[in-house]
């Protein structure tokens, strides 16, 4: 029984890695940066609900949607300041520098404001855990929020860049920048759209995962961040199931690694796993071939 | 024919640097004009410019991207280490012992560099960087769970705990999991320091001029080309990366022995350390070797110097990293430049001197 | 101008597909040694997959690659060029942060050999063998009318003298045999009949086999001596220069195309 435990609790874990794999990888694909502070958004997202509502007794539902829509200014400002202006630059380890460096600025900012101790963050779920076999399975109501809000995210995500104009104008802008253009697409707004979506995704996932994990820190989303980079990798960068399949994989894999095997290696298993997707199949598990011409 | 002389003068510069710097620095310590806390500096600086000149050589000279540098640090660290910790009472003469725990710790780092190389080189850019930040991690992680018992048995590994290593009586733990190595002979100092700087720069500034050298800037130039000339490309990126490895692991090595334990703890190896270290090797200019140098002094002193200011210091440390990024870098701001250059305005002013 | 019989370089059978798509298909060449050959045909055609595929650059699905009594087939692009075939790209690929001595010192890496140590520690072999490297590199340099520019940065060179360095670079690895893909590409006519004159000097100078592939139909009537027509990636015919260049499926296929 605690197999099934594990199981679901790996699913949940999952479930924030994919949310916020999607906003890496939606970026990743229109922008082609690394953008290292997309861990931080998620902990600005999670600051600002602890702020709401523990500092300053906001209604929960009402700090959940000013989280997400500082998370949302937040991203598209980043954009538009550090990593627009070196668009073109000669190198692209430029960008990913100034990535981070924003990075660094976020987390700095929040020790400031906050101080580096840890807060103990209360849960923003209300709903009440589900026993299931005579209590031998438990499924909490951050779990179940968890995996819900990936669904709808998903699902939604995917009709929005299928059967909307701008999700085909973000598809048209990751394919060729230089012919949408052409094509009349404005290009800089499809691309502060993605990392407004992005950093709302972050958003939630930062409420989410600190909901399940009631600790946070300036530096609480750096880890999952680069995790979340991991799940995009493995899944295939650029495709959105292959974000899914990939979080949600990890995710197992962590939590089941940590019970069985050893919870100092769980990341090491994580890392490994990573690696050995790729040897196999250098552009992840859905991700397309490249190559270059000659 | 005389080219050779000028490549000779700029490497000749760069050493001269660190010798007159290391020169001014043993005077004002000499003449108690140093604070603790700058003298406490002076073993991490020379071990920040070895790691950012190292990873130069992969990022700027093989140009690949490299994110886990603090990995191989950390591997040299350990090896040198254990080796330290073993023979302290065998090689009672200090310099004989580190110079040994040098040559291991390069060599172990310098292996790793090799093996992890051959897998993850066919990858590029962003891929090759978090497949090395996985690699980095992983050596970290590892290192972090490792046990390690020596008694009259022989070496005991284990994963788990200390009491798995099932030592004997007369047995010692050498590397204690979570607390790594304690104990470690106090061996670095800021003149071994500033020789291992020297060497560093003499090895990677002479490899780029150098056969080799060429065959590996070829590969990031453009590899297509270079293979359609015979160069062995694999042979030439393995070869750039293991050796940037060794360096590191020598740049670990210093840093175990300048306090007496090392521990493999995120702050000091995980892949923040590596981006650290990145963010050197891309300010001072990326194939840049002084450049690097001067990135890591400055950029390790920044916030030394902005002390006064507290708890803002950091926050100001990003700020001016973002700002030096955009100026540097953005097409925009060049562009700028380019046309408020003084070089242009003393042309404009010429030109209206003419009319 | 030594023409013997025996073939250089003879192909057979070859063939690639992409997705579906016959990109080659069933091309023959032969090239005897010394002879300046060239490859044409309109865009599309297959031309640069051919150099593509001799140069191991793509493998073929099938066909039989021969360099004089060597199977290169399948082998790779670093053995092939140390095999004796040498070659250009159509889109100028310069190791572009190297100065221009050091792009021709990297063509002449697998035929002067020093260890890496040697190089670190600036042992005696070091000194004497980049000495004897300079000095081919700039024997060829001056071939080309380079050797004023060998200390400046490949991607700062005009773009005619970027042309010239990449044969010069490919000349540093001594091959067999030339492989030249549009070398005329952008060039305007002072400039190409320079290059036609370059051309034939190294023909006749490094006593080479060249195999060219040109758009430019003046250069081809003025310096080769057989052609062979590509069309949708089969041979339309091949021959004598003058003979292909009057043929009328050959203009048809020019023609149409235009």
């Given amino acids: 029984m605690s197999f099934i435990n594990y199981v679901i609790n790996g699913l949940s874990l999952g479930s924030i890695y994919a949310i916020i794999a999607l906003g890496y990888t939606m970026v990743y694909g229109i922008a082609r940066m690394l953008n290292f502070a997309h861990g931080d958004v998620i902990m600005v997202g999670a600051f600002t609900v602890f702020f709401g509502v523990s500092m300053q007794g906001l209604n929960p539902i009402a700090a959940v949607f000013v989280s997400i829509a500082i998370c949302i200014t937040l991203g598209v400002t980043i954009e538009f300041i550090a990593y627009r202006p070196l668009r073109g630059a000669a190198s692209s380890l430029v960008v990913l520098i100034t990535a981070i460096g924003v990075s660094y600025f976020l987390q700095n900012l929040a020790l400031l404001i906050f101080g580096a101790n840890t807060k103990s963050f209360t849960s923003m779920v209300p709903i009440n855990p589900v026993r299931l076999a005579g209590g031998e399975i438990v499924i909490s109501g951050e779990t179940i929020m968890t995996i819900l809000s990936c669904i709808i995210i998903m699902i939604s995500l995917t009709a929005f860049i299928k059967k909307t104009k701008p999700g085909q104008a973000m598809l048209a802008v990751s394919e060729d920048k230089g012919a949408a253009q052409l094509m009349g697409i404005n290009v800089n707004g499809t691309i502060s759209l993605t990392f407004a979506i992005g950093s709302g995704l972050a958003a939630i996932a930062g409420i989410l995962l600190c909901s399940a994990y009631p600790s946070l820190s300036p530096y609480t989303g750096s880890m999952p961040g680069i995790k979340a980079f991991i799940a995009a990798v493995f899944g295939g960068i650029g495709s959105i199931p292959g974000a899914l399949i990939g979080g949600i994989l990890l995710g197992v894999i962590e939590i089941l690694g940590r019970a069985y095997i050893s919870s100092q290696l769980a990341d090491v298993i994580v890392f490994m796993v990573l690696i050995i997707v790729l040897l196999v199949k250098p552009t992840g598990l859905l991700g397309r071939k490249l190559q270059e011409k000659v | 024919m005389e080219k050779i002389p000028k490549i000779w003068r700029e490497n000749l510069i760069t050493y001269g640097m660190v010798i007159i710097a290391y020169a001014v620095m043993q005077i004002l310590i000499s003449f108690g004009l140093v604070s603790r806390l700058v003298q406490g500096l002076l073993v991490p600086l020379c071990i920040y410019v070895i790691l950012a000149v190292s990873l130069n050589l992969t990022v700027g000279i093989l140009g690949e991207l490299s994110l886990g540098h603090a990995g191989f640090m950390c591997l040299g660290a350990f090896a040198g280490a254990f080796f330290s910790k073993v023979t302290v009472d065998a090689i009672t003469f200090s310099p004989v012992r580190f110079f040994l725990a040098i040559l291991i710790g390069a060599a172990v780092a310098g292996l790793f560099g090799f093996l992890i190389g051959m897998p993850v080189l066919r990858f590029r850019g962003d891929y090759l960087a978090i497949v090395t930040l996985a690699f980095g991690e992983i050596i970290k992680n590892v290192i972090n769970a490792l046990f390690v018992g020596l008694d009259s048995n022989g070496v005991h590994f284990s994963l788990s705990d200390r009491a798995a290593l099932g030592l004997l009586d007369d047995g010692d733990v050498i590397i204690n999991g979570a607390q790594g190595i304690i104990g470690t002979p106090q061996d670095s100092n800021f003149t071994v320091g500033v020789l291992l700087v020297l060497l560093t720069l003499f090895i990677v500034m002479n490899l780029i001029r150098s056969r080799d050298g060429r065959a590996i800037m070829s590969i990031r130039d453009n590899l297509i080309a270079s293979e359609s000339i015979g160069i062995h490309v694999t042979k030439y990126k393995l070869m750039a990366f293991s050796i940037s490895a060794a360096l590191a692991g020598v740049a670990g090595v210093l840093y175990s022995h300048n306090l007496n334990s090392v521990a493999a703890s995120p702050r000091a190896f995980g892949y923040n350390m590596s981006i650290m270290i990145l963010v050197f090797v891309v300010l001072g200019g990326i194939g840049n070797i002084r450049g690097s140098m001067i990135a890591a002094i400055v950029l390790t002193l920044l916030p030394e110097m902005l002390r006064g200011l507290d708890r803002y210091r950091m926050l100001i440390y990003a700020i001016v990293l973002i700002v030096m990024m955009l100026f540097n870098w953005s097409p925009k701001i060049l562009e700028w430049r380019e046309r408020h250059s003084l070089r242009e305005l003393a042309g404009r002013l010429r030109g209206r001197s003419k009319v | ?258």
Avoid: W
């Fill in chain 3, 1 to 258: 101008m030594t023409q013997d019989m025996t073939p250089l370089l003879n192909v057979t059978n070859l063939s690639i597909s992409f997705g579906g798509l016959r990109a080659v298909d069933d091309f023959d060449i032969t090239v005897k040694k010394g002879q300046l050959y060239g490859l044409i045909g309109p865009n599309g055609a297959g031309k640069t997959t051919v150099f593509n595929l001799l140069t191991g650059v793509y493998r073929p699905d099938v066909g039989k690659i021969f360099l004089e009594d060597e199977n290169i087939t399948n082998m790779k692009t670093m053995d092939i060029n140390k095999a004796g075939v040498g070659r250009t790209f159509q889109n100028i690929r310069l190791f572009k942060k190297l100065t221009v001595l050091d792009n021709v010192k990297v063509g002449l890496h697998n035929r002067f050999h020093y260890s890496t140590l040697e190089g670190i520690f600036r042992l005696p072999r070091y000194r004497s063998i980049e000495k004897i490297m300079n000095e081919e590199a700039y024997k060829l340099l001056k071939v080309f009318d380079l050797e004023n520019e060998a200390d400046y940065l490949a991607g700062n060179l005009p773009y005619g003298k970027q042309r010239k360095l990449e044969i010069a670079r490919t000349l540093a690895t001594n091959p067999k045999l030339l492989l030249l893909d549009e070398p005329a590409a952008g060039m305007n006519p002072n400039e190409t009949k320079d290059l036609m004159k370059t051309i034939r000097f190294v023909r006749d100078e490094f006593d080479m086999t060249i195999l060219l592939i040109e758009h430019d139909m003046k250069l081809v009537a003025g310096i080769c001596e057989e052609l062979t027509v590509l069309n949708f990636g089969k041979v339309l015919m091949s021959g004598e220069t003058n003979a292909v260049l009057n043929d009328s499926r050959v203009i048809t296929a020019y023609l149409g195309e235009d």
